[in-house]
Nanobody
């Protein structure tokens, strides 16, 4: 089995910063991509940022120039550095990993973490 565990959420004032972490564990041969999503009450889940195994990154327009996604392959961990936070960033943030479990398998699987709450308020 594969498990993703997020951490680092909390309450922060507008303009502040947080760093989210997501650690993957279990039967992992390789991680093809890791992504951060968020979901606010009454809204659909949206992609915030992603990073591939080749360290190619992408961001939602709403967070460009404020958020940075990075990856530590040795630790099977992805990070989301969030700066200049706004109240509109308030949401539950979820980590998603596209993971190949075994070398002999040709398929990858999508796994989700449990989510971590980020609240931006004064």
């Amino acid at each position: 089995q594969v498990q993703l565990v997020e951490s680092g959420g909390g309450l922060v004032q507008p303009g502040g910063s947080l760093r989210l972490s997501c650690a993957a564990s279990g039967s992992i041969f390789s991680i093809n991509g890791m992504y951060w999503y968020r979901q606010a009450p009454g809204k659909q889940r949206e992609l915030v940022a992603g990073i591939t195994s080749g360290s190619i990154t992408n961001y939602a327009d709403s967070v460009k120039d404020r958020f940075t996604i990075s990856r530590d392959n040795a630790k099977n961990t992805v990070y989301l550095q969030m700066n200049s936070l706004k109240p509109e960033d308030t949401a539950v943030y979820y980590c998603n990993g596209i993971i190949k479990r075994y070398e002999k398998e040709s398929t990858t699987f999508s796994y989700w973490g449990q989510g971590t709450q980020v609240t931006v308020s004064s």
